[in-house]
Each structure stands twice: as structure tokens, then as C-alpha cells.
């Protein structure tokens, strides 16, 4: 008795045609592509986001080739190099001072660099410098800005703006180390009127940019502009000096009065320091020394 055998449904070679939404977003992707390639890198009528960062740095930026040929050639850049068009201001005043520094100043830079076991090292080969560098004597360059250390404001800005900026860099770069309200929690407490490194408005400034490296406060200039230096130490100086958050750290360093409290000193002849006589009542020394 014969059997025939019918091959399996599952060794048949099918052959269906695509779905017609599936062709037709194939299709779409190829011209759109097309559309791009011709519009961003072949006739150049739109930027690439190398040139919109280009143009955001400096609005009238015009590549010489682009201009030359009317966008018509772009030349290629290697995202792994750099042209001088692309560095910004502060990264060429950065590169400045590395190249004009001086030998002290490559070491107080390395310094500033160093963990703790090549800084102890550094300390150890260069005890004149360290202790420059430790002082807050470190200078970023030479020749590149001859005021560096020198404060750009002699006394603490107070308006809202500014001061509403240096909240918001208070609380989301300082907090960690001395509290959300300046309390101290690593780093000492910044409401009381004790001072490790002097509390007058150029010596908290001072401390912000070059940081203080053997207790682990990093340097902040260069982080911070000098213009966001000022607001945060103006904040310090008027909205947390004088104030008694909760749970405060015991005070450390040397007791210093407020600068505050030395412009508001009353004279004996019962006048403030600004020749108007001091309100009933209030007498402008305690004013100014609350903390």
C-alpha cells in the first residue's frame, strides 16, 4: 500500500509583499534623508549645530569658506580637535595664564590639582611655595590679569538680584559643606563671628576663589565667574552673618567684628558713622553686630 507524503507547511518558502505602511515609511525615511543631507551638508541653507554654537558665541560669525562659496562647501572638523573660533573667551584667557605662568605659579597649580598624597609630596619638595599657596598667594597666571587676587567689590552687593543668585549658588554648590543655612556642617559655620580666614569681604572672596586646598575646600574660580564670586559672598556677608539657624556648629578660628558693625560704630557724640544721629532707642554698634 502506497502513502504519499505532502511536504510541510512549515519547509514552504512564502513570499508576501510588505505591508503598504511599512513601504511607504521606508520610502518616506530615504527621501527625508535626501532632504537633509542636501540641506545641512551639501548647499549649507541650514546650520549644524556646530555653527548655531558658533554663531550663539559670537552673532557675526561668518566661516570664510561658507561666505567664500556661498554655502555651498562646509569644510569637515574632527569633533576631537579644536580651532580657535571654538574656544570661548574664558578658555583662551585660561590657556593664556597656563602659558605665561611663571615656575611658582606651575607648582602652586599643580598644588591646587593634588590629591592628598601628591600634595603632601609637592609640600614636602616645595615648602616656600606651599606655604604661598596655602596662604591663598596662588595666582592663576602672569601677566594675564595682574588684579586677579584683588577683589572686584569692596563692599557686599545688596541688591534683590544679586543676592537671589547667590542663594542659588549657595545652595546647590556650598550646602554640603556648611549647610542649607550656613550652619556648618563639614566646613565651619558661617553665621557666627568667628573667622579661620579672616571675615572682611575681601578675605571670604578671596577664600572662594583659591579655595583651601589641605582642608579640602576645592578653588571656585574655576567654576564661578567673578561676577557669580561677588553675589555668593555678598550673600554670606548680608543674608547669613548675623543669623542662628538651628543646630549651629561651634565656632572656629579668631572673633572678628562684621564689617558691618565697624561702619555702623556710633561716635561718642551719639552720631552714626554717616553724620546722622543714631535713631531713639537703637544703637546702630548692636545693629550691626547681631551675629
Known amino acids: 500500500m502506497r502513502c504519499s507524503i505532502t511536504p510541510s507547511t512549515a519547509s514552504r518558502k512564502f513570499d508576501n509583499d510588505l505591508p503598504g505602511w511599512w513601504k511607504w515609511l521606508f520610502y518616506i525615511s530615504i527621501a527625508f534623508a535626501a532632504v537633509y543631507m542636501l540641506h545641512y551638508h551639501v548647499f549649507s541653507t541650514g546650520d549644524s549645530s556646530r555653527v548655531e554654537y558658533l554663531k550663539e558665541m559670537n552673532p557675526s560669525y561668518s566661516s570664510t569658506l561658507d561666505a567664500a562659496s556661498g554655502g555651498l562647501l562646509t ?37 591646587s590639582k593634588a590629591d592628598a598624597t601628591q600634595l603632601d609630596k609637592l609640600k614636602a619638595a616645595f615648602p616656600d611655595i606651599y606655604k604661598t599657596f596655602s596662604t591663598g598667594g596662588f595666582t592663576a ?7 586677579a587676587n584683588e577683589p572686584t567689590i569692596t563692599a557686599p552687593l545688596k541688591d534683590a ?23 556648618g556642617l563639614i566646613g565651619p559655620n558661617l553665621t557666627d563671628d568667628s573667622w ?93 553686630a547681631k551675629k
Not at 542663594?167 to 542649607?180: L, V
Open 161 to 183: 538680584a544679586a543676592l537671589a543668585s547667590g542663594k542659588q549658588i549657595f545652595e546647590t554648590q556650598c550646602f554640603t559643606c556648611h549647610g542649607k543655612l550656613g550652619e
Open 75 to 111: 569644510p569637515y572638523q574632527s569633533p576631537f580637535l579644536s580651532r580657535d573660533e571654538n574656544l570661548t573667551p574664558r578658555v583662551r584667557a585660561e590657556i593664556a595664564r597656563m602659558t605665561d605662568a611663571t615656575f611658582e605659579q606651575s607648582v602652586m597649580r599643580a598644588m
Open 196 to 288: 579661620i580666614h579672616g571675615g572682611t569681604l575681601p578675605d571670604v572672596i578671596r577664600v572662594i576663589r583659591k579655595g583651601v586646598p589641605e582642608k579640602g575646600m576645592v578653588t571656585w574660580e574655576r567654576t564661578l565667574s567673578p561676577e557669580q564670586i561677588d553675589q555668593l559672598a555678598s550673600y554670606i556677608m548680608v543674608k547669613l552673618q548675623g543669623t542662628n539657624p538651628p543646630n549651629p556648629k561651634a565656632p572656629q578660628g579668631v572673633k572678628a567684628a562684621p564689617a558691618a558693625a565697624v561702619e555702623n560704630v556710633e561716635p561718642a557724640d551719639g552720631k552714626a558713622a554717616d553724620g546722622k544721629a543714631a535713631p531713639a532707642g537703637k544703637t546702630p554698634a548692636k545693629e550691626g
Open 141 to 147: 597666571g602672569a601677566g594675564s590679569a595682574s588684579t
